[in-house]
Nanobody
Framework: QVQLVESGGGLVQGGGSLRLSCTASGRTSRERTMGWFRQAPGKEREFVAYISSLGRVTDYLDSVKGRFTISRDNAKNAVYLQMNSLKPEDTAVYYC?????????????????WGQGTQVTVSS
């Protein structure tokens, strides 16, 4: 079993920055792709970014490319999401997740473990 704990969310003005952190228990997360997803009220959970187990491969939702950066520190069992130039449409609950060994890395259904989420609110 893997437990994930997110932190770093909050209220920020448009154009500002936040850095989300996600700390995982156990060794499993070090060997798996990890991802960040978000869910706004009334909307489905959507992919934001993922990073491969050794950090060599990353991918992003088109609307966050150039603004968000995903990274990981396997020694600390942690994954991060640096969010710059935030926009009101980035407002959502952000979740980190550990992916199953196979499957589409952009699809929530291929992620096995999830954190409880952290709220990000961007004011205009």
């Amino acid at each position: 079993q893997v437990q994930l704990v997110e932190s770093g969310g909050g209220l920020v003005q448009g154009g500002g920055s936040l850095r989300l952190s996600c700390t995982a228990s156990g060794r499993t997360s070090r060997e798996r792709t990890m991802g960040w997803f978000r869910q706004a009220p009334g909307k489905e959970r959507e992919f934001v970014a993922y990073i491969s187990s050794l950090g060599r491969v990353t991918d992003y939702l088109d609307s966050v490319k150039g603004r968000f950066t995903i990274s990981r520190d396997n020694a600390k069992n942690a994954v991060y999401l640096q969010m710059n130039s935030l926009k009101p449409e980035d407002t959502a609950v952000y979740y980190c997740a550990v992916k199953l060994p196979s499957g589409d890395s952009r699809w929530p259904g291929t992620y096995e473990y999830w954190g409880q989420g952290t709220q990000v609110t961007v004011s205009s």
